[in-house]
């Protein structure tokens, strides 16, 4: 059974939050303050972390940045729909997904079981675990990615797309096979997010190494591979 830390100040929802996930059969623990959240997080008693942003004592975005110190526990954060810089910053410290209050409880639902079945699944990946495409270098096992010696910073989403690309090299993807493969299939919304990834693994690597790996096929997706 998964159990999830809900961290979140505001009671009513934490108590909304407690009822849905104990009916869908996770057991439930419970913070009001960043501090508490930060401390049952790093316990190890707890799967996944529900994260609202705007806490007392710490941040949520403090309690990201100290909670990947020395944790990798999945992190979907609970932010206001106008806080765009609140999520580019969370995302960027480590969390793996976000999702904009007031929420549907199912969009909530199912990103907490894509989110827990991607962690498993990268738990058990087998096969090749150093990657490499030019001077693009993958160690899946330290989970780092460098370009010519130089460390690129990325999130866990656009690790699994570039991860994903880089054990497919030289074959087109399509938008759909990102999704299947990253997100899974109980993904909700638009494939158009996979182009906006792209856009940032190509910012941070052919762009910001003058590289050019990352390739589009126009109507079909998109393919890495060296050109020579
Ligand atoms: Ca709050």
């Not at 806490?55 to 403090?62: A, H, T, Y």
């Not at 990947?68 to 106008?82: F, G, K, N």
């Not at 993958?138 to 130089?150: F, I, L, N, Q």
Request: glycine letters at 8%; aromatic letters at 6%; one cysteine or more.
């Amino acid at each position: 059974m998964n159990r999830i830390l809900i961290v979140e100040d505001e009671e009513k929802i934490a108590r909304f939050l407690e009822l849905e996930l104990s009916h869908e059969g996770y057991q439930v623990g419970k913070a009001a303050d960043g501090r508490t959240g930060l401390e049952l997080a790093l316990s190890g008693d707890y799967d996944l972390m529900l994260l609202d942003l705007m806490l007392p004592e710490l941040n949520g975005i403090e309690v990201m940045r100290r909670l990947r110190r020395s944790s990798d526990m999945p992190v979907i954060m609970l932010t206001a729909r106008d806080a765009v810089m609140d999520k580019v910053t969370g995302l960027d410290m480590g969390a793996d997904d976000y999702v904009t209050k007031p929420f549907a409880i199912e969009e909530l639902l199912a990103r907490i079981r894509v989110t827990l079945r991607g962690r498993k699944n990268a738990g058990a990946l087998s096969g090749q675990t150093m990657l490499q495409c030019g001077k693009l270098h993958m160690d899946c096992a330290r989970h780092t990615v460098d370009y010519d010696g130089t460390t690129i910073e990325l999130t866990r989403r656009e690790f699994s797309m570039l991860e994903l690309m880089l054990r497919n090299q030289q074959i087109v993807l399509s938008r759909e096979q990102f999704i299947e493969e990253v997100w899974g299939y109980d993904f909700v919304g638009e494939t158009n997010v996979v182009d906006v990834y792209i856009r940032y693994l190509r910012a941070k690597i052919d762009d910001a190494f003058g590289a050019d790996l990352i390739h589009t096929v126009r109507g079909i997706g998109y393919v890495l591979r060296e050109e020579q």
